[in-house]
């Protein structure tokens, strides 16, 4: 009897340790136009990218960590994207800086996914919601000079969420000196509940 409570101590005990001390991600060399299934936590710069900096694509579950690092890209105002979300679901994208793209964040048909605590500058679309990107999370992110589209000229803007796009939540963003717009919601019809736009702090851009 004492060598079966013995063996069950013993389980019990590592059961424990797994649970305070989960597995982690070790920490990720990638390059521009990787695409990324699994979790990642990066472990350097990556760019100046000649197109997109990373690509989530058909992805589930998983978490993109920038590990405070930047995602740089050739500074064109039409084509490619620092990170592009395609149909994926409950993807986290966070920690990072994104520059010098077309949009700094893109989802296009993906839903419940979470964008928070990156600084995306610098672009022409800041954060882009499109094509059905439904429930995502957009918060704690400081988005802003986002004014590439100036050289075209074009009007782009810090956060913006289109076509069929909805029950989306944008709080808690710093959203400034973007051209010309802060957020837009436009064309985000269907048959979803209202996007939500709280407690963010939006100032100076061209239109707010």
Do not use: W
Not at 142 to 156: T, Y
Request: charged share 10%; net charge negative; aromatic share 8%.
């Amino acid at each position: 009897m004492a060598k079966l409570y013995s063996i069950f101590g013993i389980l019990f005990l590592a059961l424990l340790f797994f649970l305070v001390y989960p597995s982690r991600v070790e920490a990720t060399h990638i390059t521009c136009g990787s695409v990324v299934t699994t979790d990642v936590v990066l472990d350097s710069d990556i760019g100046p990218c000649p197109g997109n900096g990373l690509v989530v694509s058909g992805a589930s579950n998983i978490a993109v960590d920038l590990n405070e690092h930047s995602i740089t890209g050739p500074g064109f105002p039409f084509g490619p994207s620092g990170i592009h979300l395609i149909n994926s679901t409950n993807v986290e994208i966070k920690n990072g800086i994104i520059s010098n793209f077309s949009a700094g964040i893109l989802l296009t048909g993906s839903s419940n996914n979470s964008i928070h605590n990156n600084e995306v500058f610098g672009n022409s679309n800041g954060i882009a919601l499109l094509f059905s990107s439904n429930n995502n999370n957009i918060h704690d992110n400081f988005v802003h000079d986002n004014l590439l589209a100036q050289s075209v000229p074009s009007c782009g803007g810090g956060i913006i969420i289109e076509f069929n796009s909805n029950s989306n939540l944008v709080h808690d963003n710093r959203i400034d000196h973007n051209f010309c717009f802060g957020v837009v919601l436009a064309g985000a019809f269907g048959l979803g509940f209202p996007n939500q736009v709280q407690f963010n702090v939006i100032s100076d851009n061209e239109i707010t």
